[in-house]
């Protein structure tokens, strides 16, 4: 019977984490430090388990290996996506990811390109999105220099943003947002900055400068152009399409019927509640539920008063 996979996830301690996962969503946090809840992952430093349903108890990665007609008998070896929530309590390091060449070559795991919806903001809340450098040698010489406050771009954000961060985008989220990121699943994050702090044990977090300055984009990100589009009970925004995923914005009012026209689906709950109904089941959904609509699961309905996040892959042509 074609159905949702929903996950029991991970959730990890950082530095700059905190406890709004609890507050906004009201997942239970082990500690007030957490920064990030990979909501659909099967990355191995935090696999998703399927908690419904005939495949509960099966892990996303088991799961993609095993069962290739859920996921459209896809090309890519690993499950390529990561569906991710960001509690920034503080500044994140300054950091780049590298492409999949140089991530295989170096990591032996592919290079991360990423995107962030903005799920709130305080006031006066900022990003690093970029650098101000002209060419690889004055990026250098300004990292070596520490000459932060010229080098790094600040951009003011507020909830409802979007962000392109393509791999080589030296980027960092800032204190006190919360955002909801799709990326290639990929954990090898090169840190330029960590604005000198320590952890409880004192030590500093290990910097990776020449890599960081090998891999980093030279000239201003380009931030992408949100298309709209409103249809009855249903705004629909494209925030980006690129050769690994596409994510949505899908703001529903009503019953909205739905057909799969990607490979599968990864969905997120960032607000409201309502149904899905796939054939005659209904699911009950919630700020907060992520789940993946697999490849057999071909039509169906959302119900309610929802604002949704989904995203698909986009494999390559060989
Ligand atoms: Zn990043």
Redesign the pocket.
């Known amino acids: 019977m074609p159905q949702p996979l929903f996950f029991k996830s991970v959730l990890q301690e950082k530095i700059w984490g905190g406890h709004r996962l609890r507050d906004v969503f009201g997942y239970t946090l082990p500690n007030d430090k957490i920064g990030e809840y990979w909501a659909i992952s099967a990355h191995p430093n935090g696999v998703s388990v399927v908690s419904n349903g005939a495949l509960a108890g099966q892990a996303l990665d088991t799961l993609y290996a095993e069962r290739p007609d859920l996921f459209g008998y896809p090309k890519s070896p690993v499950f390529p996506l990561l569906t991710k929530i960001l509690d920034a309590n503080d500044w994140l390091s300054v ?1 780049v ?1 590298p492409n999949d060449a140089y991530g295989l070559a170096h990591e032996g795991e592919l290079g ?1 390109t ?1 995107c962030w919806y903005v799920i709130a903001a305080d006031e006066g809340a900022e990003i690093i999105y970029g650098h101000e450098a002209t060419s690889r040698e004055e990026l250098a010489e300004r990292i070596e220099a520490g000459d932060w406050d010229k080098l790094l771009t600040h951009v003011p954000v507020k909830a409802g943003d979007f962000f392109d ?1 393509p791999a080589g985008t030296i ?1 960092a989220i800032g204190k006190g947002i919360m955002i909801l990121e799709t990326q290639q699943s990929s954990d090898t ?1 090169y840190r330029v900055y960590d604005f000198d702090r320590r952890d409880d044990a004192g030590h500093l977090r290990e910097l990776h400068l020449s890599k960081s300055i090998d891999v980093a984009t030279i000239g201003k990100p380009l931030n992408t152009t949100p298309a709209r589009l409103e249809l009855e009970h249903l705004t629909t925004t494209v925030f980006v399409s690129n050769s690994f995923f596409t994510v949505y914005k899908w703001d529903i009012t009503g019953e909205v019927k739905m057909t799969q026209t990607a490979p599968y689906l990864l969905i997120s709950v960032l607000d409201g509640d309502g149904q899905l109904k796939i054939e005659d089941t209904i699911y009950q959904l919630t700020k907060g539920d992520h789940f993946i609509l697999p490849n057999d699961v071909m039509a169906w309905a959302f119900d309610g008063d929802m604002t949704l996040i989904a995203s698909h892959v986009n494999e390559k042509e060989d």
């Open positions: 950091q990811h991360k990423e961060v980027h994050t």
